[in-house]
């Protein structure tokens, strides 16, 4: 059996916060608390990170998601950006 966090919507009280942001904040202390938490698995949509984003932050989050985070992502032909499913092993962010 695994345990897996579902993330909705990933909000930071700040004008100034952008995708960038959001993503080194899920990557450096979301993802690692949640496996110190016991949990296997986190998911979310694209939309969770960057709801509204320009095109250049939804590029800037691919881009990451691609890169600089261990995930599986799937994004049907029929579906938007923001439907975009990603899944994050934890084991990846062992402490």
Not at 17 to 26: E, R
Request: aromatic share 10%.
């Amino acid at each position: 059996m695994s345990r897996i966090a579902i993330i909705d919507n990933l909000f930071v009280n700040s004008e100034e916060a952008t995708a960038k942001t959001k993503i080194k904040l899920l990557n450096e202390q979301i993802l690692p608390y949640l496996y110190d938490r016991g949990f296997d698995y986190a998911a979310f949509l694209n939309a969770s990170i960057c709801y509204k984003g320009s095109r250049l932050e939804q590029e800037i989050t691919d881009d990451a998601f691609e890169n600089e985070m261990p995930m599986t992502r799937e994004i049907g032909e029929l579906e938007s950006w923001g439907e975009g499913v990603n899944l994050v092993d934890l084991e990846e962010y062992e402490s």
